[in-house]
């Protein structure tokens, strides 16, 4: 122990590093071993049991697969009478997972050999029974197709037939009976490998703990030496560090050790010089930090509110809100494209800095090119005329905001003079902005199409079925607030799939599509009309009677058999409409009833002679 005690800390260390060398070769070993005979092990499990299980498996499922086409075959033959042509549809792929169960069986006939009388056994009652199956499943089927068997069979082949079914029935149960205990033998062969192999690795497993033990003896009683020294060590460290932690830069260490720890205490001795020495200078980069994460703070706030804003309006005054309070360099503005896509229109402004209201986008060089640019002060380089008119040769940036859609508008920043490094940090976060605008802008964009699409027919540029669900019951409601009457009309086209059919499906949606614009043009302000689905229409009609909706319909039935449709290079004949008239709340009590009640007055009219209307 003494010894022990006054050897160097490396001296310990390579002693520590030794028996965990050795420790280590001993676990190794331990782990091939392990390796080994398990290794070993699962090999006679998969070389011998595991695919024995898995071919009598799949020779179940082959044999699931037979039934079903025999079944099918039978179906076929039932409904349509026409054997022959069942068994050119379907023998051949019974026969052909036929051949796959016999072939799964010989495969697990091959793998098993003689070596378990069981399975051996239960393969030979297998063979025997899939011998009868197929022999009278085959009998069956050329009786069937035999001329005259099938719709007009005599007493005779009744009787043959009736003879030969039970036959192969009987054969289906043997076999199932056979495969089941087929699958049973295997599992019990799989479950009693496995036990061997869980006894094999139990045994490895506990000689191993044995050894662990003993290596984690010998481990410890290195770390009780080893770990006195360092701890020594350590805490000169530890207490130098909480000293410096703590804001006392001028603590140094007084090395005790020679070895590698004497030169760590040297190197943290230097480094508390040149903390101590740059304490100012980390002073000055926190007040900046903490600017900038003042700005950062900002802009996510700004995007987080901009994901909420449900219009352009509200997104715009957010942005401009936000941007006084970032005051971004010596000030600038937001510009997006007007709705002819060709001047850019101020949204926002911030700093003191001038910018001209609005200005086509060719103005820009950075609109043009669609990638940023600026100038430095008294840079010969050129200025765009935007900004030429208002700051001449001073410091700028252009940052277009490019987006997946293309550019969506302008970020123009005005830099007050100063130095280089703030400059750049404010053209660092201004790229950043405009990048951080533009996407949010572009996904408000697309939230306002995406709303919008999700409310009408893309065809017919009618309201969908999801938004008539909604508004329906709502006109329900006011209709009953209002105690007004509501008629709902459910609309189809007559003849729609014959159309299709003869002219093809480009003249079909152009059928629907003028449906649609006839429906459109007939409707008044406060009406609603939707595509119900397919070639069906619903309208709801506000404040309108049976005898105003009545109007309305023999109206849109004249329109329509004078609507003649363009395509194809041509007009054809117009398609006529057939119409359901039900009034809420006479005809039902709430959205869904009204419905059906329409839908039946609809039923009514198509079976009634089409190309007329059916009040309820």
């Not at 006939?109 to 069981?118: N, V």
């Not at 009780?224 to 000293?243: D, K, M, N, S, Y």
């Not at 209201?357 to 043009?368: G, H, L």
């Not at 004949?573 to 059906?596: K, Y």
Request: with cysteine; proline share 2%.
């Amino acid at each position: 122990m003494k010894r022990l005690a006054r050897l160097s800390l490396e001296a310990l260390l390579a002693w520590g590093f030794g028996t965990l060398v050795v420790g280590t070769a001993f676990a190794a070993i331990l782990a091939f071993a392990v390796w080994h005979f398990a290794d070993g092990a699962f090999d006679d499990y998969e070389r011998l049991h595991a695919p024995v299980a898995a071919h009598a498996s799949k020779g179940v499922d082959a044999w699931l697969d037979v039934r079903r086409h025999e079944e099918t075959f039978l179906v076929a033959v039932e409904n349509s009478h026409d054997a022959v042509q069942a068994r050119s549809r379907y023998f051949s792929q019974w026969q052909d997972d036929f051949d796959k169960t016999r072939a799964y069986l010989n495969e697990v006939r091959r793998l098993t050999g003689d070596s378990d009388a069981g399975i051996v056994a239960v393969l030979a009652d297998l063979d025997e029974a899939l011998a009868r199956y197929a022999a009278s499943f085959t009998a069956m089927v050329d009786t069937l197709v035999r001329p005259g068997a099938a719709g007009n069979a005599t007493a005779q082949v009744d009787d043959e037939l009736y003879r030969l079914r039970g036959e192969f029935m009987d054969a289906a149960q043997l076999v199932e009976a056979g495969l089941e205990r087929l699958e049973q033998e295997a599992l019990e062969n799989t479950h009693e490998s496995l036990k061997g192999v869980e006894s094999r690795i139990t045994g490895m497993a506990l000689f191993s703990a044995l050894l662990a033990l003993v290596t984690v003896a010998v481990g410890a009683t290195v770390a009780l030496f080893v770990g006195g020294r360092i701890r020594e060590a350590t805490r000169r460290i530890i207490g130098f560090a909480a000293r410096v932690a703590a804001g006392r830069l001028e603590t140094r260490l007084r090395s005790a050790d020679s070895g590698q720890f004497g030169r760590l205490e040297s190197a943290l001795n230097t480094m508390a010089d040149r903390l101590q020495q740059s304490e100012e200078l980390m002073n000055q980069q926190a007040r900046d930090l903490a600017a900038g994460n003042q700005r950062i703070a900002l802009l996510s706030e700004m995007t987080g509110l901009l994901q909420a804003a449900m219009s352009m309006d509200e997104a715009t005054q957010i942005a401009a809100q936000h941007l006084m309070r970032m005051n971004l360099a010596g000030g600038g503005a937001l510009y997006l494209y007007d709705e002819s896509h060709r001047f850019l229109q101020a949204v926002a402004r911030w700093g003191d800095a001038a910018a001209i209201e609005s200005f086509p986008a060719t103005d820009c060089w950075a609109m043009r090119r669609g990638q940023p640019y600026g100038s430095q002060e008294g840079d010969a380089a050129l200025v765009c005329a935007h900004a030429a008119q208002v700051h001449g040769q001073g410091a700028y940036l252009c940052l277009p905001m490019v987006t997946q859609d293309g550019v969506s508008g302008l970020l123009y920043t005005v830099f007050a003079p100063g130095d280089a490094e703030s400059r750049d940090d404010d053209m660092r976060f201004a790229r950043r902005l405009s990048e951080q605008l533009g996407l949010a802008l572009a996904n408000l964009r697309l939230r306002l199409t995406l709303r919008e699409q999700s409310m009408h027919d893309a065809l017919t540029g009618l309201y969908n079925r999801r938004f008539l669900d909604e508004s329906l019951a709502r006109e329900c409601a006011r209709a009953l607030r209002d105690r007004q009457p509501l008629a709902v009309l459910m609309i189809d086209a007559d003849h729609f799939k014959r159309f299709n059919d003869m002219h093809g499906h480009q003249a079909g949606d152009e059928a629907l599509r003028q449906i649609g614009t006839v429906l459109t043009g007939n409707c008044r302000a406060g009406d609603l009309a939707c595509r119900f689905g397919g070639e069906e229409f619903t309208v709801v009609l506000p404040r309108t009677g049976r005898d105003g909706a009545r109007i309305w319909a023999e109206r849109l039935l004249q329109k329509m058999r004078q609507a003649g449709i363009q395509a194809l290079g041509g007009t054809l004949p117009p398609v006529t409409v057939s119409i359901g008239i039900a009034l809420f709340p006479d005809h039902g009590g709430d959205a869904n009833a009204v419905l059906h009640a329409a839908d039946l007055a609809l039923y009514e009219a198509k079976n009634a002679g089409r190309d007329r209307l059916v009040a309820r």
